[in-house]
C-alpha cells in the first residue's frame, strides 16, 4: 500500500451540508490510500466520526441531519481534521481522543491502542456461556492500556471487583482518566504490573488479556497508522508470543477452579499452535467479526501446564 500523502486536498465550495462534508471526506480519503482499522474500516464512517466530532454533532441524531448547513467555522475545522488524518496518517481516535467500546465512549491518545477488540462481545454477554454472569466476582484486565476492557466488564457486571494492570504509566494514566468518568473507582483498580508480577497471591473467576502480540516481521509491515500507537502496546519479539507465553505459564495460578482464561494474539494464532501444539485451544468466533481470541478454562490450564512449560520455539 502507498503510504505518501496525496496532494490533493478537499476545496471549500461554499455552503455544504453535513452529507456532502461526509462525502467530501470519503473522497479525500479513498485517493490518499489510507488505512482502516482502528474502529472503522471504510471511508465514509471515517469521514463521518469527524464531520460529527468537529461539528459537534450527535451520531444518534443521523440521518435527520445529513440536511443540515453547516457554518463556515465548522466547515473549516472539519476540512482541518481531514487534512490531519491524511498528513499525518493519524487514526481518527486520536484526533478526536474518542473510542466507543462495548457501547461505551473512552478517552484515547497517543499513550494508548485505540480500542477495537472483538473481546467487547464476551462482555456485553456477561461471559456467558463459558462462565455464569452471576459467578463472576473477580476479573482481572492484563494490559489494559485505556482501561476499556476492564470498564466495559465492570459496568456489565455491576457485582464484579476488577484489576486493571499495564506496565505502562502513560497507559494507565489514561485508565485512571477513563475509570474516573464512568465511575467506577470503587470496583475498578489500575494497577501497575508486569503480566502477574505485582499480583502475587491474587486470584480471579475470570482473566482477560488483549496483550502484545504484533511480531517482526508484521511489526515490519504495518500501514502507517499503527505506527502512531505505543511500540508497546503491539510488538511482542520474534514471533509476537513473548507476553503471551508468561500468561500461559502462570495464569493457572491465578485463577480460581472453574475460571476462564481469555486472550487475544490475533494474527499470531497460527505461531500460538504451532508453539503450543498440545493445547487444547477453544478459538472464538463473533457475530461483529475479528478472531484471533483462545478460551482456555482453569481446568484445561492445569491439565496442560507441562505442555505450556515446553512451548516449541
Request: hydrophobic residues 45%.
Amino acid at each position: 500500500m502507498d503510504d505518501k500523502p496525496t496532494d490533493h486536498r478537499p476545496m471549500d465550495h461554499g455552503p455544504a451540508t453535513v452529507e456532502q462534508l461526509i462525502h467530501e471526506g470519503a473522497r479525500y480519503f479513498d485517493e490518499a490510500s489510507l488505512w482502516f482499522g482502528h474502529g472503522s474500516d471504510n471511508a465514509f464512517d471515517e469521514a463521518a466520526e469527524l464531520v460529527f466530532f468537529a461539528a459537534g454533532l450527535h451520531h444518534e441524531d443521523a440521518p435527520e441531519i445529513y440536511a443540515q448547513l453547516l457554518a463556515p467555522v465548522q466547515q473549516e475545522a472539519i476540512r482541518r481534521l481531514f487534512e490531519r488524518r491524511v498528513r499525518e496518517r493519524m487514526p481518527a481516535a486520536y484526533l478526536t481522543q474518542r473510542m466507543w467500546f462495548a457501547g461505551h465512549e473512552f478517552h484515547v491518545d497517543e499513550r494508548v491502542l485505540v480500542p477495537r477488540s472483538p473481546i467487547a462481545e464476551l462482555i456485553e454477554a456477561g461471559f456467558e456461556p463459558w462462565i455464569p454472569a452471576a459467578r463472576i466476582r473477580r476479573l482481572l484486565d492484563i494490559g489494559t492500556g485505556s482501561g476499556c476492557i476492564a470498564i466495559a466488564a465492570a459496568l456489565a457486571l455491576p457485582q464484579v471487583q476488577v484489576d486493571a494492570a499495564d506496565i505502562s504509566e502513560d497507559a494507565l494514566a489514561v485508565a485512571r482518566m477513563n475509570i474516573e468518568r464512568h465511575g467506577v473507582g470503587e470496583r475498578v483498580r489500575a494497577v501497575a504490573s508486569d503480566v502477574f508480577g505485582a499480583l502475587a497471591g491474587e486470584r480471579y473467576d475470570v482473566i482477560v488479556s488483549n496483550p502484545p502480540y504484533v511480531g517482526d516481521e508484521e511489526m515490519r509491515g504495518l500501514p502507517s497508522e499503527y505506527h502512531r500507537e505505543p511500540v508497546g502496546g503491539l510488538h511482542a519479539g520474534r514471533d509476537g508470543l513473548d507476553v503471551v507465553r508468561r500468561i500461559l505459564q502462570d495464569a493457572a495460578s491465578h485463577l480460581h477452579p472453574g475460571g476462564l482464561l481469555i486472550v487475544e494474539v490475533g494474527n499470531s494464532e497460527q505461531a500460538l499452535m504451532q508453539a503450543y501444539p498440545r493445547v487444547p485451544f477453544i478459538w472464538l468466533e463473533f457475530e461483529r467479526g475479528g478472531g484471533g481470541v483462545f478460551l482456555l478454562t482453569a481446568a484445561q490450564l492445569h491439565e496442560a501446564r507441562a505442555a505450556l512449560g515446553a512451548a516449541v520455539e
